[in-house]
């Protein structure tokens, strides 16, 4: 187990970042709508099963050097570090796609 490994490092540090981007500068609400806890739980159960699929350890597709990472695996052979990296790959994609909305809508109510 390797906690300071590169991999724990950049998903911890991804994770604080993005959920310090929406809750200090974008603040689009996301955290607070059910259609991002839904888009979460989708985003899970898929990742679970191709995340499963491709770090198995009895014939892994991806390979990852257990220097970098902590070693922990859940379920099925994935690296925990993996979780962090979806929460964190989801929620900058919706927060900004939301935020570029939020800003959009005052220009289509100006071109009317």
Do not use: C, H
Not at 51 to 78: A, E, H, Q
Request: cysteine-free; glycine content about 6%.
């Amino acid at each position: 187990m390797n906690a300071f490994g590169a991999y724990p490092v950049a998903t911890i540090v991804t994770i604080i970042a993005v959920v310090l981007i929406e809750l200090l500068w974008l603040r689009t609400g996301v955290f607070r709508s059910v259609q991002y806890w839904v888009a979460m739980t989708i985003m899970l159960s898929f990742q679970v099963a191709v995340d499963g699929w491709l770090t198995k350890l009895s014939d892994p597709i991806v390979i990852y050097n257990p220097n970098t990472s902590l070693g922990l695996r859940f379920p099925w052979d994935i690296p925990v570090e993996d979780f962090g990296f979806g929460f964190a790959m989801l929620t900058i994609t919706i927060v900004v796609w939301k935020a570029l909305g939020r800003r959009a809508e005052p220009q289509e109510a100006n071109d009317d």
